[in-house]
């Protein structure tokens, strides 16, 4: 039944992608060249004739794109000019250190806010105040005090990746059922003990959702952030390539950001699955 | 090594004694350079074989390619060579150089794929950058050694106007002329700037010479740019992109940036920038005053690098070469009709007309002083500096004419013999020694 269900939904997703498809090519149809009257020379100077990229690239040369760079995704031409695959691996060693500092900080952290009202209410006004702000809106302050454009990029991911986090941990560890803190009570079981043995495996699945959350948002900001700062990475491509008004190489960017997304994001779904459990 | 007699009609000018060279300058060189290798080759054999009848014996068995074989293994007779050649060893080799996607920046970018710099011994790597903003940032953090920056950028960062206050200098101007006003299709026939109250252009940056001669084509033509239209920082390469949005009406932009926007059938060209001030600068090749403190063999280097870059990229039998190597994703990414339009001066013009300007750009790299001398007074003028200027102090501190003047002449390139020029900007004179009257001889001005 279930297998079912699956093949049908597959067709329908298969459907959906080529009505996407062909309502795209219909309305990027080429359409006939206006002639302006002029003489061949100013034609030739403004290109015509020759194959150029005005209006909205139609899905078959957005195929070409994807053909050219993913046969080659590792080429390296210079520091200005990389494969796609080395532009997203800048992108992801990035997101990676920013989020693990982020890890390093906020598991800690949020356990103590967890496990102590106190420390919760005095945290509480700061974590509210700085939850809300842009990341990008620290990229300045971070190249001017860090003065590295690379370190300022991952200090961005890791206060994008903080807060989901720390708030999650705390939540997490908050709730934990009082029942099971006093069974440990009773037991008397060694603080150490307590945090690692009865309250992580309790929070485990909040924490992972915080983490899930987390990853999202630095890979959401990696790209505008290197659009900024530039140099290398998946955002430095778009960049690069919006520069040049290439709109396809701009929407092939814009797919492989979302493909490379999406598997994050189901690594992070086979962690939360790893260590749900069932009351 | 004899030098030909020019005035002798037996003696060819153009070709060397040889004959296998294309003048007599690389015929030196090649001489020079074959001088050189053997020198180390004869050091290095001394070294192996004190006595030199068990040199002559070892080559008479082994044979001399093998012998040259066995020896060249072991010794790196090509980093000897380049080391003999360095004229006072490298402070440092590695350098990053952060430019701007445009074609101001030619020389500086050709001089990688030449081989300038390698040829001075520097490893220079080329960083494309996405804004003037990151490109000061970047260079005051020491991320970069050197870069392209805009003609005023190296005298407001000097001042410390607009940023931390960092001595900088300028080596060379990389280019004058070759920025134009753009303006969208829509303004077809709305040209007389009389008219444009309202209108939202945008500038690469505070402190660029697009900025100052926007103000100034609008001041002339009564409108103040401050209260009158809109004027926007946008980094080069997003006014194309911004002007297809309709974001902006035009804007006075560099080029490859003002050709495509034609090219791409959005805008057309209303005036080229040389009908402002023939002979404007517009970027330069800048460098930290402590680099310099720091590395002075490095700086030397450097400079004749792009000098000679320089003197390539003046000629105009070079240019569509140019635009062919600039072309790719690796310097400009921009299509190389739009480059061979630029570099070449024969271009459509957006309005249905082939214009033929081959002084669209030029790669002069003398960096006047008194063109530090027009800026700060438009800096003054539009109220980014303000109380008192010392033209002559801050000129003579920022642009490194003497420098230039010094290694042009070594490389043969005739640098002018004075320091100041008067120049004419919309027909009407500024003389650098007036400068204080001028600046303050205009209606329209910073209130």
Redesign the interface.
Known sequence: MSSRLALRAGLISLLLFLLFIGTWSVATRPVEATD?G??A??AA???KG?D?A?GFPPPAKVGEAFVTYLSDPFYD?????KGIGIQLGHSLIRVGIGFLLAVAVALPLGFAIGMSPLLFQAFNPFIQILKPISPLAWMPLA??SL???DISGIFVIFICSLWPMLINTAFGVASVRKDWINVARTLEVGPLRKAFQVILPAAAPTILTGMRISMGIAWLVIVAAE?????TGIGYFV????????LPNVIFAVAMIGLVGMILDQCFGVLQKLVTYRE | MSLNNPFDPNTELSACNCGRHASQAEHDLAETEALNQRVIQSTVMRALFPKDEERRHFLRTVGVSTAWAAISSLIPFGALEAMAQEKGSLEKKDLKVGFI?ITCASPLIMADPLGFYKKEGLNV??????GWA?IR??TM???YDAAQMLAPMPLAISMGVGSNAMPTNVMTIQNVNGQAIILANKHKNNRDPKNWKGFKFAIPFEFSIHNLLLRYYLAEHGINPDTDVQLRVVAP??M??NL?AGNIDGFLGPDPVNQ?A????LGFIHILSRDIWDGHPCCSFSIPTDFIKQNPNTFAALYRAILKSAAMARDPKNRSIMAEVLA????L???K?VLD?VLTG???DGL???VNVPERVDYDPFPWYSMAYWILTQMKRWGYVKGDVRYKDIAEKVYLLTDARKYMSELGMNPPKENLRKVKVMGKEFDPAKAEAYANSFAIRKA
């Open positions: 302006h002029a003489d020379e100013y100077l403004m290109g020759v150029k005005s031409n210079g520091p200005n000019d190249l001017y003065k590295d454009s659009m900024l700062v530039g140099g960049w690069n390539e919006w520069n040049n008004l290439a | 996607p790597t080329m960083m494309k950058t996405a990151l940032d970047k953090n020491r991320e390469p997003e194309v992109a297809r495509r034609v090219y791409d059938e790719p994703a690796n310097y990414n921009q299509p009709a339009q024969k271009f459509a249905g007309n082939v």
